[in-house]
């Protein structure tokens, strides 16, 4: 296990107390695995990576979409557009960037070989007065990993129940009416855990850019011969013939 993987398990027990948690500088070297000129190159290549953009009230701002000559499977993002708002200082999501690079991979699998999980990598950022979302929660668990500039984060122990879905509140909470669990400023390197269904807020402090790991339950029905393949498969290109 490596020097993450040994952190996580020293430093909680999910297993017993499944609390919020802060990690100081869990992973020093996560500008290996995000910097602006990934976002770029992610906003650039908009038939891989699906954004979303959060506006200056907290609310998506929905992306226009078209058929590309070569994309068959489906309409894609346009990427002027995602540029533009970037640059207009509106905040953005970058999905599936788990995939992005060996890096990010390794760090699914670090994850998915402690836990019995299934991950993903969202990517949070934005420019100066940028916004992220309000107060809300999420189904999956999340570890959060700032990779550039800071973000002040407030976790509250309280939790939505299971029987009602997630964003049942969205937009009707208020700060005075939960219980606080932390409130820290994450720099480069720092993490926080979000257990499932937690209440939490990000507040940019601003230009900055961030990884959220959603984290869900591996399912008795997943297919062992797909789940969690992180592995980097070769191509004997250069091999004597």
């Given amino acids: 296990m490596n020097a993450i993987g040994q952190r996580l398990v020293n430093e909680t027990n999910l297993l017993y107390e499944d609390k919020p948690h802060y990690f100081k500088n869990l ?12 976002v770029e190159k992610c906003a650039n290549n908009p038939a891989l990576y699906n954004f979303e953009m959060i506006g200056k009230d907290n609310i998506k701002i929905e992306i226009p979409m078209h058929k590309k000559a070569w994309v068959f499977s489906k309409p894609v993002q346009d990427k002027a557009f995602i540029v533009d708002h970037i640059n207009k200082g509106n905040g953005f999501v970058i999905m599936d960037y788990g995939f992005y690079s060996e890096k990010t991979n390794e760090l699914l699998k670090i994850l998915e070989t402690i836990y ?28 959060i990993f700032q990779a550039e500039g800071k973000t002040r984060w407030k976790v509250y122990n309280n939790r939505i129940s299971a029987m009602y879905r997630t ?8 700060h005075q009416d939960l219980d606080l669990a932390f409130d820290v400023v994450l720099e480069p390197g720092d993490a926080i855990y979000i257990p499932s269904r937690a209440y939490h807020i ?40």
């Fill in 27 to 38: 992973l020093p070297g996560v500008k290996e695995m995000l910097t602006w000129a990934d």
């Fill in 116 to 143: 019995d999980v299934n991950g993903a990598i969202h990517v949070y950022g934005g420019l100066a007065d940028a916004k992220s979302f309000w107060i809300h929660e999420d189904y999956p668990s999340n570890f």
């Fill in 202 to 241: 990000a507040e940019p402090m601003g230009q900055r850019l961030s990884m959220s790991v959603p984290c869900w339950t591996r399912l008795p029905t997943d297919d062992p011969r797909e789940m969690n393949d992180r592995n980097n498969y070769r191509i004997n290109y250069d091999r004597n013939i």
């Fill in 167 to 174: 964003g049942t509140m969205n937009h009707k909470l208020k």
